[in-house]
C-alpha cells in the first residue's frame, strides 16, 4: 500500500468532495480517501500498482481535474 496525494481544481464545497469520493471510492484496493476542497487535494491509500491514469479519470469522472504531486 502507498498513500499518494493529487491536486484537484474546480471543487468549492462538500458535494464536490462527495463527487469525488464516490468515484474514487470504485477503484480497486482503495482502502483510504480524504477529500479537501478548501486545500484542492485528495489524499489516498491505494495499491502500489494502482495506475495514477485510474486515479485521475476517476477524478474527471466526477467532473474535476487532477495532478499527483
Same mark, same amino acid.
Given at each position: 500500500?502507498?498513500?499518494?496525494?493529487?491536486q484537484? !481544481?474546480?471543487? !468549492?464545497?462538500?458535494h464536490? %468532495? $462527495?463527487? +469525488?469520493?464516490? %468515484?474514487? %471510492?470504485? $477503484? *480497486?484496493?482503495?482502502t483510504?480517501?480524504? +477529500?479537501s476542497a478548501s @486545500?484542492?487535494? $485528495?489524499a489516498? !491509500?491505494? *495499491?502500489?500498482? $494502482?495506475?495514477?491514469?485510474?486515479?485521475i @479519470?476517476? +477524478?474527471?469522472?466526477a467532473g474535476? @481535474?487532477a495532478?499527483r +504531486?
Open positions: 500500500m502507498s498513500e499518494r496525494e493529487y484537484v !481544481t474546480g471543487m !468549492t464545497c462538500g464536490c %468532495e $462527495l463527487s +469525488v469520493r464516490e %468515484e474514487v %471510492e470504485q $477503484l *480497486p484496493g482503495v483510504d480517501i480524504r +477529500v @486545500a484542492g487535494r $485528495l489516498i !491509500t491505494a *495499491p502500489a500498482d $494502482l495506475d495514477d491514469a485510474g486515479v @479519470a476517476a +477524478v474527471e469522472e474535476y @481535474a495532478v +504531486v
